[in-house]
């Protein structure tokens, strides 16, 4: 974990008591310290806490429980441990730091703490004056619940409407993971509904709670609602990580699987389209590439899976035992053996074919015939990555091991020329981006090192990209003018592509290296999306602006 990230962990010293406090107290309180931290000669790394209007031990709470407790059966339903949370609600209002990941706090501990914290406040989240108003709102149909609730919403004390929107935002995520967590929108609506809305001020005397007992089926029904069409009553539900023309957003966090995702992939023909992972372990898992439900999955029986690709509504598959091809319905078309680790469809001979990566060989496959249609032999090299260049060049390249990169005709499949980089180890990755020039070639090493390659006249490296958080490079993907990557300290950096300067990373949300990614159009949002899958064994998801991506990609080839 970077010290950037690490610095905004647990709570901010010596911002006055938190519980029981008015939620405004505390936020105008946190921002004169961070104020403070910032015109400091010591303050670094905390400009981007001044933008955070909530009480930062819940900002990052709830980073924290995406990060680690999204998995977790009965999140929020289940008590914490009574000491220990007793123990973190002193250390908040003592002022004291708390960084959740070094101290290791248990999510269920710190879930059962956020409730306290609603529970305690002096007056509800929703406001206990508008208790009638929000409970008459059931009588209405589903759309007029929907507008009755943006208007009250709306009418909230701006910092109860601005928290209020952030933690449905995180039970948003906790509930799109209900088939592993087992805590539906409405679970959530049940355990959290008491803390959000009372009558009569603050829920402490035995008439309150009766009449809190007595409400809680449609305080329940009102919060499940607030859940199930946030995106309905919110504005700007999800805020842009990123600065400047290219925006991204934090989305979702998929859990479920058992082992580290290998490979993702878009499934796609005339009619739907899905998103393909496939972990360590041979599990297939498939989800709707609109709404992220989980569609099915089951064990491929491939043994250990390296990587996949995609083909129209096809899947191709490389693992310890074979090349196989898999039709959109789940089903096996052809099985190929033979130990492959690295897969890229090119277009060539009036088809796509897929070029496999093995020790000391690629093997190309029709997806035509599916037959085998050429054995290229490169004695004292394993074949680690392949990317196709587009255009007039006719070339395909490998990166192999010792920091080489091989170039091919795409058509003969005959050896063009070795390059030999500055990297020791294996070329790990390589992309082909084009934006406003012929292109070039970005390659990424297992030497943390990224080298920006011109592939049409001197083959020169023009720029090599370090960073000291970068570790090993797992994929690079081309994306408007930047180029993005995935190395195995857990962060997607985005690089701009004439610069060659960092433009934003997105570093809080999966905890062990981001292996494959693809961008996809989203129909029913009417967005682009960036699916990224980890060794962590989670999916997540982000949406990407930017006017440069304003037509989604035909629906032909996922690379």
Known sequence: MSNNRASIYGGLGSVGKIFGAPLLDVVMNQKSKITSLNSSSSATNNTTTEEINIPLFLHNGFKYIIQHGLGIEGIFRIAG?????????????????????ASKVDPVDLADLMKIYFRELPDCLLQSDQYDHFISLLTLDRL????????????????????LKQLIWFLGRIAINSTTNKMSEENLGLVWGPNLLWKGGKAVSTTDMMELMA????????????????????????APITKGEMKVSFINKIVGNKKTCQGISIIEDGESKSIWTADSAGIIKVFNADNYATEREWDSNLGRIHTMTSIRDHAWIASSQSVSLWNKAGNLVKEFPGF???LTPVYSHGEYR?????????????????????????????????????GESNQVWVGATGGQIIIFDKTTGEEIRKLSTPAKRNIT?????KYMDKGKVWAGSEDKLIFVIDPFDDYSIVQTISHPDLLLINTLKSISKSVWSCSRDSSIRIWDSNSFELLGSLDDYHTDAVID??????????????????????????SVSSDLLSQPPPPLLNV
């Not at 007029?144 to 928290?163: D, F, H, T, W």
């Open 81 to 101: 441990t009574k000491d220990k949370v007793k123990q973190l609600q002193m250390q908040l209002d003592k002022g004291e730091n708390i960084d959740y990941e």
């Open 144 to 163: 007029g619940q929907i507008q009755k609730l943006r208007e009250l919403v709306a009418s909230l004390r701006p910092e109860n409407r601005e928290m």
């Open 215 to 238: 409400g809680a089926g449609k305080i329940k029904l009102i919060v499940t609602l607030l859940i199930e069409e946030q995106e309905h009553v919110f504005n700007n539900l999800n």
């Open 340 to 342: 492959h680790v690295s």
């Open 354 to 390: 897929i070029w496999a990566g093995t020790d000391q060989k690629i093997t190309i496959f029709s997806s035509n015939t599916l037959e085998i249609v050429q054995t290229i032999s490169i004695p004292g090299q394993f074949i680690v990555s392949i990317t196709e260049i587009f």
């Open 429 to 433: 990755c390589l992309t082909f981006h």
């Open 517 to 542: 990614a693809i961008l996809t159009y989203n129909n029913r949002k009417m967005r682009w999306e960036f699916w990224t899958a980890s060794f962590d064994k989670s999916v997540c998801i982000w």
